[in-house]
RNA sequence: GCCGGGAUGGCGGAACUGGUAGACGCACAGGACUCAAAAUCCUGCGACCGCAAGGUCAUGAGAGUUCGAUUCUCUCUCCCGGCACCA
């Protein structure tokens, strides 16, 4: 029989026809079997038609959806169109053209392209973001969020791209410029839409998620980044604060009812307030049980200085003296603390106290305001209402805010009450990742941004300040985050208080600290963080270690057997500059080099120390001192020839030689080592023996922060004697205990000496805990999604803006809000979208009051549609809710997706925050779990030929329509599978085609050889194992090689049986449907071949029944032969010996060791 | 800088849990068929030495573990992706 050659064209169309006429590949609604939802990513159907990219992914999904439909599943398969966006808008406003044209007239060529592909989606389930019976559901999702204080409207400085006239969300701007048309970006404070994604009910999830996924660790890896979750403290440092003319304030404390000057937090406060230097007077009122105001009063002006920088500070009682006294002396003062104060009697209730009528309780507001500089109002959250209320009204009558806490003790009665110290003094919130370094931390730094540097900056500097700030307004984030700048800022003239040891830091600004990441503020530790080590070298700030690294010796490690000895010790390194070398000892005792070193001794600095071990070494006496290279560095390591543990810990110090001149060294050190001169590049690891020369080579470079981790040294350690010249800036004296007896005051009971930075990191939090002075703290980088688009072509947002009532929500009975017909749909720019100028539509009424208002007129981003549209494919077309939950329950989660990686922190990031949002409020269903894609699979970008990107500008792109025409659907199908793995990138090779096509035709050309039967060739039942193994492990590459196999081999063959062409036809049809069809049908068979189950094969046909085996002698391979694969070891070994191509490599000896691995190999030791 | 991933012939790539490196395809060379060309078929195709049998070297570089390493461990180089004055 003589069968017409193979022509695709007329192939493909017959069965496509066929195909889409009958639904073929409808997927039922509830399915009966197990099921299995695969999806791609939907496109977005732009004017350029498809593109070779497109089908890579989509023929990998139709693979597996066909092969799992065959293996008995009921499977989901659905296409839709992700169609708004600005190429359409764009385009309309070139042509005019409405956007819902062009995209009509796109969707109609994608799908003509898709559909040409052959492959099997379930085309009634076809859906499209631009269709409103779809969008409906993407404004009740927002009105959803909306409802749940998810989305909200805020001015917010956001990204602003001046081209597209838009403002664009974090994830939209890569490398400060537009995602999508290049544009740097702006910063623009416009009224936005944001969707808070960083809520904390979900940021955790998205997170912690993210373990529980099958997707690449790149693509988990970019959305952990893009979270950015550090941990650390937040620490409030104490702003001193300035009185009139920049004097330093004091203060003067009252205390109240009963009280004393010893009670409640009157002490503390006084100590903490006289430890940063300040004057405090506590003076005791007289008649505390039975308190008169005329008395007490005057007892304070009659007892007490005041003066214009006193900030006088009342507690309960003593707030209500403290205003009298403020009314009657008629002078300025810095300031009036309330805390807590006493109740007027209208707020009254409950027992009668003596006071109330002993006091009088009107007040001159006025004359209070006048006289004091700033009043603040201290209200505790555990005390009862009425008092809430009447702080609230003493507030508002005083001008002043009121700032509530939860106290240590109701009413401020705790002994310690730290938030009125911090009320007292500014306070400056930092976050940081290391509070162990806090005893490091000599400055501190604020964004320019920061709200309170303008209050905190001193007149002297306040010209400065400014203009930095202005500067910094003025540079894009593009500038600001350029590394290679040099720093730069400004000092305000205030100073903080580092609450571990009450040492004054300047604070300064500089736009290297973000005014969005963390507070804004950072405690800057030079010698342990490089930016911050920049910015104090250039402006000569304290540089302080704190931290010391720790080595232990991998080859010698310490014994616990052994005894150890700790001693101090100096490194000299000492540079000849004119022939750029380093002296080193060459010992003859031991097979070592090291740089001249020794113990330090009692009473002597370490560069003296250093001067006298090069002095008696190496003779050398002319040294020129340059610097002690950084902070020590603490070795530990066995010392074999002492066999005893040594605990170095050692400075270097850098010399250069500046003469040659020498004294004659002992004929002991003599005969110890020989000094040589040896270049940098002899000091390597591998030929010294000193475990602390990677931090010597580091610093010789200039690196002097060291921001791993290691030990605490002093201040937090007091080691005994550390040299002096170590610490660039020595800490003030009495700061070394400090932390000591603060540890012991948390109740940690030491030893803090060795402290590692993790353990000391954990205390030193418990301390800021324990004393008020911060707290453990969770930062994300993640910020909230900007979710409004100064744009046509997208979902309306669903809000109306009421006079009276705000923001109101559209009821969910009127949606969709639909998107009117505009003449212009050219953005305006000004941050109003078009819509704007359509006055019927803006116009409206209010939902709620029926009154006139109007509708919001920014639109959705694109991701808003592609968020939730694999729900709707569940139930494409009700119009009753989002998606039936019966339906949803059936199908969900997706369990295979395919799609671009482009899409790592976008689409894939929003859709599980929508997802999980929509699982929360029970629209997704319990049982199917809060995470929508269980497996991902990136395909990985097809390049030119030429390895570029596929670009129209570049001209180099491929377009599939020609490949279809010429080779075929099939052939562009296996042709693209056969590339390489999936994931990969991989150039387009037009030559390569040909390959798959002649696969095709040899095919189609075994017909001629099938012969009626139904016997299997071994290599039928092995393809029918592989191919199921690849689809499975979506290795599609190595499958159509696998084919490819298959028919070289049957090409040898006599004849193939019916029933072999049936099967092998089988497992081609998902690969290349039609062809598979046609020779099914030219078989005779009138069903069809997708509609197959998947053959199986027998396991016991695979085993061959003869195998190679390879034998090798020490690990070559010396002779290979061919043997029954049932034959025993022992046979085996028999023969591999007996070989005569062994013989001559074994020489006569005896094997030491045979190693037999079944079926393989033979491996003779000798 | 930090975090991921990778590097195999002229090219795309293959090699299961450590066991014959280079499957399959492209390109190339030689041959058959043809008046000729295309198509098709056959043969060869990592490098070096050798007439051959065969040997030696080869999976980015260098070390290590092992009878045996593309595969495991360490160091380094380069490429791709993500993040990036993120405190």
Redesign the pocket.
């Known amino acids: 029989m003589v069968h017409k050659p193979y022509d695709h064209q007329k192939v493909e169309k017959k069965w496509q026809d066929t195909w889409y006429a009958s639904d073929a590949f409808t997927a039922p609604d509830h399915p009966t079997k197990h099921k299995a939802y695969i999806l791609d990513m939907f496109p977005y159907p732009s004017g350029d038609g498809l593109h070779v990219g497109h089908p890579e992914g989509y023929t990998a999904s139709d693979i597996f959806s066909r092969y799992l439909r065959m293996q008995g599943k009921n499977v989901l398969h659905p296409m839709g169109w992700d169609a708004f966006g600005l190429p359409a808008e764009n385009y309309a406003i070139k042509t005019g053209t409405h956007p819902s044209l062009t995209t009509k007239q796109n969707i109609a060529t994608f799908k003509r392209q898709i559909q040409a592909l052959g492959f099997s989606y379930d085309w009634t389930r076809e859906l499209n973001t631009t269709d409103p019976e779809y969008y409906k559901w993407t404004q009740w999702i927002f009105l959803k969020l909306f409802e749940k204080g998810l989305a909200y409207e805020a001015e917010a400085p956001i990204n602003w791209c001046p081209k597209d006239k838009t403002g664009l969300a974090?994830?939209e701007v890569?490398?400060g410029k537009c995602d999508r048309c290049g544009t740097v970006v702006e910063k623009k404070n416009i009224r936005q839409w944001l969707v808070k994604i960083t809520d904390a009910k979900y940021i955790e999830r998205l997170l912690n998620d993210l373990d529980t996924l099958d997707w690449?660790?790149?693509i988990?890896?970019?959305q952990?980044?893009?979270i950015?979750k550090?941990e650390?403290a937040e620490i409030d440092f104490t702003i001193q604060p300035q009185a009139h003319g920049g004097q330093e304030p004091n203060f003067l404390i009252l205390h109240g009812y009963t009280g004393r000057v010893d009670k409640n937090f009157i002490p503390n406060l006084k100590e903490q307030l006289e430890s940063q230097g300040y004057v405090v007077q506590t003076p005791q009122l007289p008649n505390t049980t039975a308190p008169k105001e005329v008395e007490q009063v005057q007892y304070v002006i009659d007892n007490c200085t005041i003066d214009s920088s006193t900030i006088i500070v009342g507690h309960s009682l003593g707030g209500v003296v403290a205003m009298k006294v403020i009314q009657k002396i008629n002078q300025p003062i810095a300031g009036l603390v309330l805390v807590a104060p006493a109740v007027e009697p209208e707020f009254r209730t409950g027992e009668e106290r003596p006071f109330w009528k002993t006091f009088t309780w009107d007040y001159d507001y006025n004359r209070i305001k006048k006289f004091s500089g700033f009043r603040i109002v201290l209200s505790d959250l555990l005390e009862k209402d009425e008092r809430a209320a009447y702080l609230g009204y003493l507030a508002k009558k005083l001008d002043a805010p009121v700032r509530e806490t939860t106290a240590n003790k109701s009413h401020f009665r705790g002994t310690n009450e730290p938030f009125v110290l911090h009320n007292l003094l500014r306070t400056i919130k930092?976050?940081?990742?290391?509070p162990d370094t806090l005893f490091g931390a000599t400055y501190m730094?604020l964004?320019p941004e920061h709200p309170l540097v303008s209050e905190i900056t001193t007149d002297e500097h306040r010209k400065a300040v400014e203009k930095y700030q202005k500067q910094a307004s003025q540079k894009s984030?593009l500038d600001?985050?350029?590394?290679a700048?040099?720093?730069?800022g400004v000092f305000t003239g205030a100073y903080a208080i580092n609450p571990v040891n009450n040492e004054k830091i300047p604070v300064w600004i500089?736009?290297?600290?973000?005014?969005?990441?963390?507070?804004?503020?950072?405690?800057?530790?030079p010698a342990h963080?490089?930016?911050?080590h920049?910015f104090a070298k250039k402006y000569e700030l304290p540089i302080v270690d704190v931290i010391m690294p720790h080595v232990i010796d991998a080859k010698n490690p310490p014994r616990s057997d052994k005894q150890t000895l700790e001693r101090q010790s100096v490194h000299a390194i000492v540079h000849d500059p004119k022939t750029d070398r380093y002296l080193c000892l060459q010992w003859k005792i031991f097979p070592w080099t090291t740089f001249v070193m020794g113990g330090v001794e009692a009473g002597e600095d370490i560069i003296e120390a250093a001067k006298r071990e090069v002095k008696e070494e190496a003779g050398y006496t002319d040294l020129h001192f340059e610097r002690v290279i950084g902070g020590p560095v603490r070795a530990d390591y066995f010392a074999t020839h002492k066999d005893e543990n040594r605990r170095s810990i050692a400075s270097a110090v850098l010399f250069t030689l500046a003469s040659d001149a020498r004294e004659e060294i002992t004929a002991k050190e003599k005969a110890k080592a020989e000094p040589v001169w040896l270049p940098l590049s002899a000091l390597k690891p591998e030929s010294m023996r000193c475990s602390e020369l990677p931090f010597w080579l580091d610093r010789l470079e200039g690196n002097f922060t060291y921001s791993g981790e290691g030990l605490m040294i002093r201040p937090a350690l007091p080691m005994s004697p550390i040299p002096k010249p170590v610490l660039e800036v020595p800490m003030s004296p009495g700061a070394a205990g400090h932390l000591g007896n603060e540890l012991q005051r948390i109740g940690y009971d030491g030893p803090y000496e060795g402290l590692t930075s993790q353990e000391f990191r954990k205390a030193i939090v418990g301390w800021l805990e324990k004393t008020g002075n911060g707290k453990a703290a969770t930062?994300?980088?993640l910020r909230d999604w900007v979710f409004s688009r100064q744009r046509y072509w997208g979902e309306p947002i669903p809000i109306v803006h009421c006079p009276e009532h705000g923001n109101v929500a559209v009821p969910e009975d009127k949606l969709p809000v639909l998107l009117p017909d505009v003449k212009k749909y050219e953005p305006t720019g000004t941050g109003e979208s078009p819509l704007a100028g359509i006055k019927d539509w803006v116009n409206t009424t209010c939902p709620q009051c029926g009154e006139p208002a109007k509708r919001e007129t920014n639109t959705m981003p694109q991701w808003a549609g592609s968020n939730w549209y694999f729900l709707r494919y569940c139930d494409p077309h009700n119009n009753k809710q989002l998606a039936d939950p019966a339906k949803l329950k059936a199908w969900l989660p997706v369990d295979t997706y395919i799609g671009g990686?482009?899409h790592?922190?976008l689409h894939l990031l929003y859709a599980r925050f929508i997802y999980k949002f929509l699982f929360d409020i029970g629209v997704v269903p319990k049982e199917v779990g809060d995470e929508p894609f269980i497996k991902l699979i990136n395909q990985?970008l097809i390049l030119a030929e030429d390895g570029q990107k596929m670009s129209k500008s570049r001209g180099n792109v491929i377009n599939p329509d020609l490949i279809v025409r010429e080779y075929g659907a099939d052939s562009l199908r296996m042709f693209e599978m056969?590339?390489?793995?999936l994931q990969?990138?991989?150039?387009w090779?037009t030559?390569?085609i040909?390959?798959?096509?002649?696969?095709l035709?040899?095919v189609w050309q075994l017909q001629e050889k099938v012969q009626d039967g139904s016997e299997l060739h071994r290599e039928t039942h092995a393809l029918v194992k592989q191919i199921g193994d690849d689809i499975k492990s979506f290795?599609l590459?190595?499958a159509?090689?696998?084919?490819?196999?298959w028919?070289?081999a049957a090409?040898?063959w006599e004849s193939v049986s019916k029933m072999e062409f049936g099967t092998f036809l089988t497992l081609l049809s998902p690969f290349a449907p039609h062809l598979a069809q046609e020779l099914w049908s030219q078989l005779g068979h009138k069903d069809q071949v997708h509609a197959q189950s998947w053959p199986n094969f027998d396991a016991s046909k695979l085993i061959a029944e003869n195998?190679?085996?390879?034998v090798?002698v020490?690990?070559?391979?010396?002779d290979?032969f061919t043997v029954a694969s049932g034959i025993s070891v022992e046979d085996l070994k028999a023969q591999a010996l007996g070989s005569k191509?062994i013989q001559p490599?074994l020489g006569g000896k005896t094997p030491?060791?045979i190693?037999v691995?079944k079926g393989?190999?033979v491996?003779i030791?000798i």
């Open positions: 974090n994830e890569v490398g690449s660790t790149s988990k890896q970019s952990r980044n893009w950015g550090s650390g930092v976050f940081t990742t290391r730094v964004s984030d600001r985050t350029d590394l700048k040099e720093k730069t500089a736009d290297y600290v973000l005014a969005s990441y963390g507070t804004g503020a950072i405690m800057a530790v963080d490089e930016r911050d920049a930062n994300y980088k990686a482009e790592a922190v990985g056969f590339m390489g793995p990969d990138a991989k150039p090779n030559r390569g040909v390959g798959v096509r002649r696969f035709e040899k290795s590459n190595t159509v090689s696998n084919f490819m196999k028919t070289n090409a040898t195998v190679e085996v390879v090798q020490n690990g070559k391979v010396r290979k191509k490599w030491k060791k190693i691995v393989k190999l491996s030791v």
